[in-house]
């Protein structure tokens, strides 16, 4: 399919991919940050002032809907028919849970802070899979879906983290953008919901220019201590 983020309104499809992290398989230091302990079921506030670091286990929030980050065991109906990622309406369920890694081959470990403009890939907490992005026809306004599939796909899992206003390091409700390093374009979501299979949940996708809707905000979860701090 041909596609170019360079006409106004372009947009992009995201997914969850899997990287080989398998139960007995090895992995690269960048991903070898462990979960803390906690109940992912249970949050973990610790004010607003806390900081987005390596490992921390987070919600993202969509500024202006709300809505969750999520996804989930449910393939698309039509499209690609991958493993859905929605826009989810509640606050407690463990499969809006992300776990911030850094890009592989750097050397960034478990608790260093995020600065703007740095690439991160995003881990789904329940079934270990990476937020992904291409170019697919999303369900509902086709433009563009997210999914997953099982096969590495390396730097389509980067994602580069872009801080709104004050601040040059992330931390807890902080308005920032997402952009897909790949392809350019920008998580993105908006209040148009599913009918059927995950009735009630909000597309998500990407755009290839910036929106009001391209904004999130690190809300529940658990956050580490940054690495130096006391």
């Not at 987070?58 to 028919?81: D, Q």
């Not at 999914?147 to 709104?164: A, K, N, P, Q, S």
Request: proline share 4%; charged share 20%.
């Amino acid at each position: 399919m041909a596609a170019s983020l360079s006409a106004v309104g372009s947009y992009l499809l995201l997914c969850l991919s899997v990287v080989g992290i398998q139960q007995g398989s090895p992995a690269s230091a960048s991903e070898a940050v462990e979960l803390v302990p906690c109940r992912l079921g249970h949050h973990i506030d610790p004010g607003k002032e806390s900081r987005v670091t390596y490992g921390s286990v987070i919600k993202l929030k969509h500024e202006k809907t709300k809505f969750r980050l999520h996804s989930h065991e449910v393939p698309y109906g039509s499209g690609s028919g991958q493993q859905s990622v929605t826009g989810f309406p509640n606050v407690d369920d463990a499969n809006s849970y992300w776990i911030v890694r850094p890009e592989p081959g750097t050397s960034a470990t478990q608790g260093d802070p995020i600065k703007s403009g740095t690439i991160i890939r995003l881990q789904q907490a329940t079934t270990r899979k990476w937020l992904h992005s291409h170019l697919h026809a999303s369900p509902i306004t086709g433009n563009l879906e997210l999914f997953w599939r099982r096969r590495r796909v390396g730097h389509r899992d980067y994602w580069r983290l872009t801080i709104e206003g004050r601040g040059k390091t992330w931390r807890k409700d902080q308005r920032v953008r997402l952009q897909h390093v790949d392809t350019g374009g920008y998580l993105h979501s908006h209040n148009k919901k599913y009918q059927r299979i995950v009735g009630g949940q909000q597309e998500v996708c990407g755009v290839g220019e910036k929106r009001a809707e391209n904004i999130w905000l690190a809300a529940e979860g658990v956050y580490l201590q940054a690495s130096g701090s006391k």
